[in-house]
């Protein structure tokens, strides 16, 4: 195995870092105001993934429903590779939390601690002095507690910032799991922002090693005009420029946080970080040539100088996803609180009574998909039908639970006249019908 080459990015300004700048302050402050914001009591947003449920601006997803969470998922997943289809690696550079927090938050801090990337190495290459102890200290103590921050965060998302504060605040033996938790992913992040770094994004993201399948030559991304800046080339004072815009200078590379040369073509290593553009931005207008040889574009505008961005493959997965979507809509809009069964007890017959009814037993499971307490009764919708519970089960449903028991149905014979009748029933809380559904009764 090749020994890992560690990089040392020059600090990136400019133009373009400074919009980035202003967009993590936007996404960070995002990221840690949504865990607080709740719609009727509830977080807006929860990814409870040990109890597989999930709230989706303000739509909760239990266990039960499977049909609504993978349809979201796969629009999700539509939604990405049309996004990237599009707009290639936009996500990476501008949104994703590896690299807001990893170029925006870790190397500021190690810049601010250890300066720009010749001081560091020289740092790094250094005897122990006190000087170093200290500055290699705080900077681990400062990512320490960075990543025991995002850790907080991350659980905020699964388990809520009131569970969370339980943890928090109350004896530590009460919540030893949990606290784990936290321990561990702290330990996670610190690892992966301390030193794992940009190969999270070259070696172990999926998203990335799938750049090659969604994009195309019209996809946007951070690319290196070849037409215009080859033949590459020193440049030489007081001599007439033959060649093409690119002066060699590797600025470019200096700065990338993934070690890459962009005039090597579409990598899948660039996370689209913008730093190359600015650095090349700020070398042209050094030298006096016009900016942009590196800039958001695509391999059709530079060789056919053809801007194209709806595609049929764009069209195509757009379809796609308005289809997904209004499916989608469909289910949230027609789902009911409750998912009822209510079925015949295995091996039974019916039975006559003599004050002229007839009874099926049945086995019933009522499922709550809210995530609120529902105290529910279910009614029969024919008046002439009786429901008749074995033992007195308690159909209040705690948040995302679950009733179950045994029922007898009795109908009048006069209201029965085929032996399969479909049996309508309802269930309601507080005189508010919150599903219907149907079972089979049996009879003559
Ligand atoms: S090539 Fe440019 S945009 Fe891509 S990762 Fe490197 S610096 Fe960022
Ligand atoms: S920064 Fe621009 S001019 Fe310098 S090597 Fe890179 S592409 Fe060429």
Redesign the pocket.
């Given at each position: 195995m090749e020994a890992r080459e560690w990089i040392y990015p020059q600090k990136p300004t400019g133009k373009w870092h400074t919009r980035r700048a202003w967009f993590t302050v936007g996404i960070l402050a995002l990221l840690f105001a949504l865990p607080f914001v709740k719609i009727d009591g509830q977080p807006v947003l929860l990814l409870n993934v040990l109890e597989r449920k999930f709230i989706i601006f303000g739509i909760f997803i239990g266990p039960q429903d499977y049909w609504l969470f993978g349809l979201m998922m796969l629009s999700f997943m539509v939604f990405i590779v049309l996004f990237t289809t599009v707009f290639g690696r936009l996500w990476c550079?501008w949104a994703c939390p590896q690299t807001v927090f990893m170029e925006m938050v870790f190397r500021k801090i190690e810049y601010a601690i250890e300066g720009d990337a010749t001081r560091q190495k020289l740092l790094n290459k250094a005897p122990w002095t006190s000087d170093k102890i200290i500055k290699k200290g705080t900077k681990y103590f400062l990512f320490l507690l960075v990543s025991f921050l995002i850790a907080n965060l991350l659980l905020s998302y699964v388990l809520g910032v009131d569970e969370l504060s339980k943890v928090i605040s109350e004896p530590l033996e009460d919540h030893l799991t949990l606290f784990a938790g936290i321990v561990a992913f702290t330990a996670v992040f610190y690892f992966n922002f301390a030193w794992l770094r940009d190969q999270a994004c070259t070696v172990v993201c999926p998203y990335g090693r799938l750049q090659s399948v969604f994009i195309d030559r019209n996809t946007i991304a951070?690319a290196y005009d070849h037409e215009r800046g080859e033949q590459r080339g020193k440049l030489h004072k007081n001599q007439e420029r033959t060649i093409g815009d690119c002066i060699d200078c590797h600025q470019?590379v200096a700065?990338?946080?993934?070690g890459?040369d962009?005039r090597n073509g579409l990598q899948m290593?660039?996370?689209?970080?913008?730093?190359?553009?600015d650095a090349c931005d700020s070398m042209m207008d050094r030298v006096g040539f016009e900016k942009g040889l590196?800039r958001y574009t695509s391999e059709n505008a530079i060789e056919n100088k053809t801007r194209k961005l709806i595609t049929p493959r764009v069209i195509g997965y757009a379809a796609i996803l308005l289809v997904l979507w209004s499916g989608l809509g469909f289910m949230v809009a027609s789902r009911s609180d409750t998912q009822t069964s209510l079925l015949r007890a295995p091996g039974t017959q019916y039975i006559e009574n003599p004050d002229g009814t007839i009874s099926n037993l049945y086995t019933f499971k009522i499922f709550n998909k809210t995530n609120k307490l529902i105290k529910t009764t279910i009614k029969i919708k024919d008046q002439r039908g009786k429901l008749i519970f074995a033992g007195n089960p308690d159909l209040t449903l705690q948040p995302a639970g679950m009733s179950e028991g045994t029922v007898f149905i009795n109908m009048p014979k006069s209201a029965i006249t085929q032996r399969k009748t479909k049996l309508p029933l309802a269930v309601y809380q507080d005189g508010k019908e919150l599903e219907v559904f149907e079972t089979t009764f049996l009879g003559r």
């Open positions: 550079g951070v470019c700065v990338c946080p993934t890459i962009i290593e660039c996370v689209n970080c913008t730093a190359c553009i590196i």
